[in-house]
């Protein structure tokens, strides 16, 4: 097993070694601010760099990051009012021989490439969508709503279901030609109107892997669940008050009633509750949520991204916006640092 | 001919630039004629739309690069392209 952390600062690989011990084996792209990483069924490694200076680059390696290729990167249209700002997730979808590469971006459009990235296609059907005068920007500074979620239904390529803050979940389920808002259930308290069609922040949405139309998100003003592909969801919100607002989460990849998250005091206090990094874990599909903090630090001032935290069996990691890095190979009963000096983590991937 | 000159920021992803004549009356001309010379330079410079991106500056003479002011370069022009302070 790997585990790629995408940081501010480059994008690391560690693996796992016989000790058990998780060793730093390469570093890419020092220097540079990653986006987001993704590895294919064909194991081809796919990385974005939102460079401050240069704008979003896309590359990909075939060889296990031995060397890195730039490809071409998505591009608005020039009779488009958008222009490309970063790229917030990859992912990869095989429809029927075609191997598809979906990009998800800032400002909020879905661009494919079939040919690896010589050439993209915009969703116009998305980026034209008639609600779109009601999305808005989702957080750091920016007006720009944008793209940062993908799942695909393995039983219908056609399928594709986003999350966008801030506009909320959409499906389309004629390969993105039209777009449908699917929020019924979400809560969005910074809006006049808490129950909008549009408008709603959903920090991360997670899918089954047992039972696709299973879905858990960890939104701004909760946390919730879909049994039917997002088309309703259902508050599982802590009624503690502590598994409330946060952005990362994972689900067991054996059990969809299992869920973690990293929850932060409130919106307006972004740290862990009482200073006390904790990951939050339910068994029982939301009805309760207990702390697992074994071998987390106290005080801790630690925010953990939308893509920060990942699972793969037993072994679930996170990253943190302070540079710190936990895994926990117990399904989070034990926690161990692996480093405590990176940059801001954006990502943190698991894949074999 | 106007004297280029980069960042050497730049050189990470163009290792052979270096500073150049390049036959141009235009920044438009400019881009285009680096853009022949280093293949995909075009889209670190400017964004889809052909503007030049936020957090790079141009320089003509020492004087910002201004589209609407230096529509013409001349042939003696000393050109910097800079990443902006302002990106970090």
């Known amino acids: 097993m790997k585990l790629a952390v995408g940081t501010d600062k480059g994008l690391l690989i560690y693996k796992q070694a016989k000790n058990s011990e998780w060793v730093l084996a390469d570093i890419h792209f020092i220097g540079m601010p990653i986006g987001t990483f993704h590895a294919d069924k064909n194991q081809h490694w796919w990385v974005a760099i939102n460079h401050k200076h240069w704008g979003p680059k896309v590359y990909v390696s075939a060889n296990m990051g031995k060397t890195f290729t730039e490809v071409n990167s998505p591009k608005f249209h020039t009779d488009s009012p958008f222009t490309l700002k970063s790229i917030w997730t990859i992912k990869s979808q095989s429809i029927g021989p075609v191997h598809r590469i979906h990009i998800g971006t800032e400002p909020a459009a879905l661009f494919y490439s079939d040919d690896l990235g010589k050439s993209w296609n915009e969703m116009n059907g998305l980026s034209n969508h008639p609600s779109r005068s009601n999305w808005q920007g989702g957080g750091k500074g920016s007006n720009s709503p944008f793209l940062h979620t993908l799942l695909t239904n393995p039983e219908n390529e056609e399928h594709l279901i986003i999350g966008i803050s801030c506009a909320g979940v959409f499906q389309t389920y004629d390969g993105g030609m039209t777009w449908q808002p699917n929020n019924t259930g979400l809560k969005a308290f910074f809006l006049p109107n808490s129950e909008s069609v549009v408008g709603h922040d959903p920090h991360t949405i997670c899918q089954s892997k047992i039972n696709p139309n299973i879905l858990w998100q960890q939104n701004h003003c909760g946390i919730y669940r879909s049994n039917d592909h997002g088309k309703t969801w259902q508050d599982l919100t802590d009624q503690k008050g502590k598994a409330v607002y946060g952005f990362a989460m994972a689900i067991a990849e054996d059990n969809d009633s299992e869920a973690w998250v990293i929850p932060a005091q409130s919106d307006h206090l972004r740290i862990p509750h009482e200073q006390k990094l904790a990951v939050y874990y339910t068994k029982d599909a939301g009805q309760n949520w207990e702390s697992l903090e074994n071998g987390l630090p106290n005080p801790a001032f630690d925010l953990v991204l939308r893509d920060a935290m990942d699972i793969m069996g037993n072994a679930l990691v996170f990253g943190t916006n302070n540079g710190n890095l936990y895994i926990s190979m117990d399904k989070g009963q034990h926690w161990t640092t692996i480093s405590q000096n990176l940059s801001a983590v954006r990502s943190v991937t698991l894949f074999l | ?88």
């Open chain 2, 1 to 88: 001919m106007p004297h280029v000159m980069f960042t050497s920021a730049l050189k990470t992803f163009f290792p052979n630039l270096k500073e150049e004549y390049i036959e141009a009356d235009s920044i438009k001309v400019l881009l285009s004629e680096l853009e022949k010379k280093h293949q995909g330079i075009q889209g670190y410079l400017v964004n889809e739309k052909g503007q030049i991106r936020e957090h790079v500056k141009f320089y003509i003479d020492d004087e910002p690069y201004d589209v609407k002011v230096h529509t013409e370069i001349s042939k003696s022009a000393q050109i910097h392209i800079i990443q902006a302070i302002s990106g970090g």
